[in-house]
């Protein structure tokens, strides 16, 4: 295989292209993103409010801007369940500021929660005296 050097111009520099984004300036428009952190810190709750938000066309939430008209959003659920996405759809719902029944209409969620792609687990990490529960990485696929 043959590496092509690639040529940038001033003209490149000068005007790059935009960058579009789902959500303020995070989460890019067609780029893979992480949203990383401890367990139960409230990741997958922020990401429902987005996800729901953004298929219902909501122009904002939380004073930051969204993808200009919205969008249809899939949801591919590896460690959360369809009952736990019940749940954060739910919770959006109650909180009255997007409009769910618009959401739900263009919100996919593909539940593979069965084992079949299990991220990460939470376990037990025993000490001297103490112990606590994180989460780790699985090599399950």
């Not at 067609?30 to 810190?41: D, E």
């Not at 759809?89 to 997007?98: F, R």
Request: hydrophobic content about 45%; cysteine-free.
């Amino acid at each position: 295989m043959r590496i092509a050097p690639v040529r940038l111009s001033l003209e490149d520099i000068r005007d790059p292209p935009r960058e579009s984004f789902i959500f303020g300036t995070a989460l890019p428009l067609a780029k893979a993103s992480v949203l990383y952190g401890p367990t139960s810190v409230g990741k997958s709750a922020l990401l429902a409010q987005v996800a729901f938000a953004v298929a219902a066309g909501a122009e904002s939430l939380w004073g930051l801007p969204l993808l200009p008209g919205g969008g249809p959003v899939l949801i591919y659920s590896a460690e959360d369940s369809l009952d736990d996405w019940k749940r954060k759809a739910a919770a959006v719902l109650h909180a009255g500021e997007i409009d769910v029944e618009r959401a739900i209409e263009r919100l996919h969620v593909i539940d593979q929660t069965e084992g079949l792609a299990r991220l990460s687990e939470i376990v037990t990490v025993r000490f001297a005296a103490t112990s606590r529960r994180v989460a780790q990485a699985t090599d399950e696929q």
